[in-house]
């Protein structure tokens, strides 16, 4: 009876959240720019990555990426934990497509695992058990009508390419390129969004505070620049791959996926002001601005000149791009994708003479106590940032497309009353719609971070972010809807953020 009478009271909501929703698309249809209804061609999606869902690590032909040999080597570095099962979507991936339906979804980002479709990490052997699993999963969506959003590289080199040296080896960008063609021709028919690369500054730079463990003759300060240089080259070449041999026929488009927090002066002081412009250059502008303007940040190329030459080297620490290069990168995007977290306080800090991007930027960072902590120390709550985020790309960059491509609200719990979650994803919209209506900044899509529960490298299963608890103590790793999967799923429906 009880439950009767809760069913007859969602329904009678539900009708009434959709007459709203009619009534705000008239006035859509009118030219308004309503902030509590998104546009029925707004996608709202949510994405996972390989090596954080699939498990299956040596399974079928797949061979070692260098998460699989990082994990099970120095399991110590990410919380005792490995990838080796994760959340078993290599077996499960039916299950989360079904969970994707349950919750009305229409995209889903994934990545594709370079090792399970290439596993010596070059082209001369494709692994067609690896290819079939993505087609398996690609039919699966297809069936449910959920249009894909594919990266082919987040973050899990074959090991392979990381015994030649990963992303620091400048033949990295033909092993990627020859990667991308691969993947743009066996799925391209059917993937018509594609990110080449996710989040560079996060493995070149931000893997570090890991690897310097384990070789602490790494040579900090060059690394980080060299690989992002690549990255950016690889990128580049894949984008340009694509436009001459698969635009015609694919009709996709292509960009690659940058991580930006919101930067706020700590004062409004002109010299915080400056150091937080700072931080969005060398944090974004160090991958956006040879992309849109075919060369790196100038306060990028002054500074980490001097440092370098200050520090004894003969030749800056940043590579130069040749001028075929500039051309080569200059425009390469069809728009511009981002994935955001959380907001800073910058300020400048002391100089310390030793290479590195940490010193070369020379910012430091708090965040405000009034914020609400999340499963991850760094990931303080503060929803404002995204508009602000959105707004300074958008100035920076001649007013793109933007897509956000990751953003979410972890917890240590998974606990399924996940109120903390509805409000994180009820306020980040609520100031993307504001964004969008008062900014007039052309965001045209958002995936939540992350679908379901899964390994978050170096924290391994201790955070969580998903819309689907997985249950990681039992064998089958069940899933179940969190409450934040009901309230997305009603969001997607009626398109209305709840005031
Ligand atoms: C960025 C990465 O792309 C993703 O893999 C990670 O899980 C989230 N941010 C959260 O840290």
Redesign the pocket.
Known sequence: MYRETNFCIERIIFCVLMLISYYFNRLEAADTCNTSIFPSTFKFGAGT?AF?IEGGWNEDGKSRSSWDWLSNTYSIYLNNATGNVASDSYHQYKQDVASMVAMGLQNYKFSLSWSRILPKGLNYSINQAGVKYYHNLLDELEAAGIEPLVTIY??DTPYALDLLGGWTNPKMVDYFVAYADIAFSLFGDRVKLWATI??PK?FCEGILSVLVNIFPELPIGTYEYLCGHYAILAHAKAYRLYKKKYQATQQGRVSLIL?LSCNMGLTNSTADQEAAERKNLFEFGWFAHPIVYGDYPDIMQVVIANNSASQGFLISRLPKFTSSEKLLIKGAYDFIMV?T?TSYMVTMANYSNSPSYQNDLQTSTSQSSEWLSSG?STLKVHPEGTRKVLKWISDTYSSPEIIIT?N?FSDNTAILNDTDRIRFINATLTNIRLSMCSDSVNVTGYFY??LIDSM??NNGYTVK?GLVQVDFDSENRTRTLKDSAYYYKNLIQTRLIIG
């Open positions: 990555s954080q987040h973050w996710n989040e996060s991580n994935n977290y991850l990751e979410g971070w992350s978050e490298w972010f």
